[in-house]
């Protein structure tokens, strides 16, 4: 069944050519792994990277992020899920702002994703993503993305993901159109012992952009995790770190760009 998956997945993804929002470090977990996420899942941010892996998650869990980049960027987001029955749905928002002094450009995103089985150890996620983006002395704009995943094992240790952003191309501005940033990402993760994973994801843009994003978890002890990964291109190494306290866990990371200030960001999950 698991060699099925991997046909499956290889046949879904001829339909995925046509797209993605671009990638933020939405998670604090995901940043300090070099924003390698679609073949992990298992947490509530994996609404925003890949909505398959919403099926991976038991019960109800929270996640909250703040990310500083290179001085005059804030994002923050609120993510909820909660499994139901065979399958989980999640609900968030995300807010960024660009500028110092002064607002340059705004972007709010409100969210809302499911993740259900349909074969043996394989999951489909969908989610809506409500975008409205401001822009000083350009007005603002309106738009609905959807996005599409698959998440599945196809061994016993190695899990495969795949996803697109956005799959119905929308577009802002009345004058000129000017299409969501788009792209298709597929992942490999592999878990050679309990509390390790490693990742490697490769993303193909649809300005012909290639990057590729390797990345690393390794649980040193039952409350602290460690991280590490890197993204190319441009070239951005990453590392972080995850303290557990009962069931709250907060996360840090950080970046190093080669000719940008380094990056943080923080987040909770519970």
Same mark, same amino acid.
């Given at each position: !069944?698991?060699?099925?998956?991997?046909?499956?997945?290889?046949?879904?993804?001829?339909? !995925?050519?046509?797209?993605?929002?671009?990638?933020?470090?939405?998670?604090?977990?995901?940043?300090?792994?070099?924003? /390698?996420?679609?073949?992990?899942? #298992? /947490?509530?941010?994996?609404?925003?990277?890949?909505? /398959?892996?919403?099926?991976? &998650?038991?019960?109800?869990?929270? %996640?909250?992020?703040? %990310?500083?980049?290179?001085? @005059?960027?804030?994002?923050?987001?609120?993510?909820?899920?909660?499994?139901?029955?065979?399958?989980?749905? /999640?609900?968030?928002?995300?807010?960024? *702002?660009?500028? #110092?002094? $002064?607002?340059?450009?705004?972007? =709010?995103?409100?969210?809302?994703?499911?993740?259900?089985?349909?074969?043996? *150890?394989?999951?489909?996620?969908?989610?809506?993503?409500?975008?409205?983006?401001? !822009?000083?002395?350009?007005?603002?704009?309106?738009?609905?993305? &959807?996005?599409?995943?698959? @998440?599945?094992?196809?061994?016993?240790?190695?899990?495969?993901?795949?996803? &697109?952003?956005?799959?119905?191309?929308?577009?802002?501005?009345?004058?000129?159109?000017?299409?969501?940033?788009?792209?298709?990402?597929?992942?490999?993760?592999? $878990?050679?012992?309990?509390?390790?994973?490693?990742?490697? %994801?490769? %993303?193909?843009?649809?300005?012909?952009?290639?990057?590729? =994003?390797?990345?690393?978890?390794?649980? @040193?002890?039952?409350?602290? +995790?460690?991280?590490?990964?890197?993204?190319?291109?441009?070239? $951005?190494?990453?590392?972080?770190?995850?303290?557990?306290?009962?069931?709250?866990?907060? *996360?840090?990371?950080?970046?190093?760009?080669?000719?940008?200030?380094?990056?943080? +960001?923080?987040? $909770?999950?519970?």
């Amino acid at each position: !069944m698991k060699h099925q998956n991997l046909i499956l997945i290889g046949i879904f993804l001829p339909v !995925m050519l046509s797209g993605m929002f671009d990638q933020y470090s939405l998670s604090a977990r995901v940043a300090g792994c070099g924003d /390698a996420f679609v073949a992990i899942g #298992d /947490a509530p941010s994996t609404l925003f990277y890949n909505p /398959a892996g919403l099926s991976l &998650i038991r019960g109800t869990s929270i %996640e909250a992020n703040y %990310e500083h980049l290179f001085s @005059i960027v804030n994002r923050a987001n609120l993510i909820l899920a909660r499994s139901i029955h065979q399958h989980t749905v /999640a609900i968030g928002i995300h807010l960024l *702002d660009v500028g #110092d002094s $002064v607002s340059l450009y705004k972007e =709010r995103i409100v969210a809302a994703g499911i993740g259900l089985p349909i074969a043996s *150890d394989l999951y489909f996620g969908i989610s809506f993503s409500y975008y409205s983006l401001s !822009m000083q002395r350009f007005g603002s704009s309106h738009v609905l993305g &959807i996005d599409m995943g698959l @998440i599945g094992y196809i061994y016993d240790r190695w899990r495969l993901g795949t996803v &697109i952003h956005p799959l119905n191309n929308p577009s802002i501005g009345e004058l000129s159109h000017y299409h969501i940033p788009r792209s298709l990402t597929v992942g490999m993760s592999y $878990v050679p012992f309990e509390g390790a994973v490693t990742i490697l %994801e490769l %993303e193909r843009t649809h300005v012909g952009v290639n990057r590729m =994003r390797i990345g690393g978890e390794f649980q @040193i002890h039952p409350h602290l +995790t460690v991280r590490t990964g890197m993204e190319t291109p441009p070239v $951005v190494v990453t590392w972080g770190v995850s303290f557990k306290i009962k069931q709250f866990i907060l *996360d840090c990371a950080f970046k190093y760009h080669t000719y940008l200030p380094i990056t943080w +960001t923080v987040g $909770v999950r519970w």
